[in-house]
């Protein structure tokens, strides 16, 4: 690699240093300076290959800086963002300065090292708005589980195999797929989404091959996507006849419109979405275990929020900036306690259901905080005794309901795995049979149920 030569320009010391040790380490020149004056003080003294510019910073922030290069027509280096507290607005200001790129802190040296290098390769340098707006599009959270996902996400993008998102609904898996899409080399190309169950019995075959008639040509969404890629969302939805289809089309790479004669290749990468407990719609024969395999070449499981709780402060300031900024709504903060309920709560729903809490919390909201108060009206005092027991909502009981709640859901699942057999289920939990036997009674859980006979 040849030697290349980096300004970067960020007030905090530590993470200067940080960068400059990583680049050095990776044979490329590397100068530094603390607010913008040094910046402008540097470029007038030598040339550079990259700036790594941070936002914020005391005396003139990075997006003026940028602004000021920018209409003094000075923006000939590429220039990467750095921030913590990125918002779709100052990604898309900064791409219309001229940024190349955004990378967020606390900053990942793989990312970083794989920003710059691609920066560096960059042959326009044109300002574009593919760059900035993907690392923005990376899903939220510096737990272990999300940026083993974001790790695991950047090294499918590289690839053309079909992925296959599994998870609960709500989990954001679409999301996922639209991310892998911005990363991939396909990101200049068109992006399609198939939802499934819009697809009827009548229409199947000319959405998704598209038709010819009276020399009228109507594009499917296989001929949309052409060498982009085509997201299937929810693949339990598809009926029977379009699971042939495409399945049929991904077998023979090529398909044919409606009313056409010449085939056409299948270009595109394919994506599709499915629920977490899909082998269950292949055993009741709604869903082909054959599209699921021909799709699951590579497998990303979108984990659901209750996995990864310790990121849900962080969602929430997310949606917060997000709604605000997006929707014009008012601007509340979130006290600590209400974070701290909030991470404790299972979410059922998922990450769709703490936007749509946030969303109604900043509508019906007077006051700026959001207190615990409010959460707890919000959430509600009824237990959710449908939901099986990890998405159930026990915090919002007293302590005895609480517990008689996990010790009957607990028994009844352990009950199940014993073959309905007290004997093995007192082996199993470690209680003597006969207070278990009252146990049981209490509790309501009836073991002839599940079983006529004992051992």
Not at 399 to 427: T, W
Request: aromatic residues 6%; negative net charge; hydrophobic residues 40%.
């Amino acid at each position: 690699m040849s030697t290349a030569h980096v300004l970067v320009v960020d007030d905090e010391a530590d993470i200067t240093a940080l960068i400059q040790e990583i680049l050095t380490d990776e044979n490329y020149d590397v100068t530094t300076a603390a607010n913008a004056e040094e910046a402008r003080s540097a470029r007038k003294k030598g040339r550079f290959d990259l700036v790594l510019l941070d936002i914020w910073m005391p005396d003139t922030d990075g997006i003026t800086l940028l602004r000021e290069w920018s209409e003094q027509g000075d923006l000939d280096t590429p220039v990467v963002i750095m921030s913590g507290h990125g918002t779709v607005d100052t990604a898309v200001e900064a791409t219309r300065l001229g940024a190349l790129d955004f990378v967020e802190k606390p900053l990942s040296i793989a990312k970083l090292l794989r920003t710059v290098e691609r920066a560096l390769q960059s042959s326009g340098r044109q300002p574009g708005a593919r760059g900035v707006l993907p690392s923005l599009m990376a899903p939220i959270g510096r737990s272990r589980l999300m940026q083993d996902l974001r790790d695991k996400v950047q090294q499918y993008a590289g690839h053309d195999s079909p992925v296959l998102l599994t998870g609960e609904p709500g989990t954001g898996r679409g999301a996922f797929a639209r991310y892998i899409h911005a990363l991939s080399g396909r990101a200049e190309a068109s992006l399609e989404v198939l939802l499934a169950a819009s697809l009827t019995a009548s229409n199947t075959e000319e959405q998704l091959f598209g038709s010819e008639k009276d020399q009228q040509v109507r594009p499917g969404y296989f001929e949309r996507a052409g060498n982009g890629t085509l997201v299937i969302d929810e693949l339990s939805d598809l009926n029977e006849q379009a699971q042939k289809l495409i399945l049929s089309a991904l077998e023979q790479r090529h398909f044919m419109r409606v009313g056409g004669h010449e085939k056409l290749e299948l270009k595109s990468r394919i994506l599709a979405t499915v629920r977490d407990d899909h082998e269950s719609a292949i055993e009741r024969g709604q869903l082909r275990r054959e599209l699921v395999v021909h799709l699951n070449v590579l497998n990303l499981r979108v984990p659901p929020l209750r996995e990864y709780a310790e990121d849900v402060p962080e969602l929430l300031s997310y949606y917060v900036d997000k709604l605000v900024d997006a929707e014009g709504l008012k601007f509340r903060r979130f006290s600590v306690a209400a974070q701290n309920r909030l991470r404790n709560y299972p979410w059922p729903d998922n990450v769709r259901e703490l936007k749509n809490l946030v969303r109604r919390l900043l509508i019906t909201g007077a006051s700026e905080e959001i207190s615990l108060d409010e959460i707890e009206r919000e959430l509600g005092a009824a237990s959710q005794t449908g939901e099986p027991l990890v998405k159930q909502d026990l915090l919002s009981l007293p302590l005895r309901e609480a517990r008689e709640q996990f010790e009957r859901a607990y028994l009844q699942q352990q009950l199940l795995l014993c073959d309905g057999k007290v004997g093995k289920l007192a082996k199993r939990v470690g209680m003597e049979r006969t207070h278990l036997y009252r146990k049981l009674r209490s509790l309501g859980v009836d073991f002839r149920a599940v079983s006529p006979t004992d051992d």
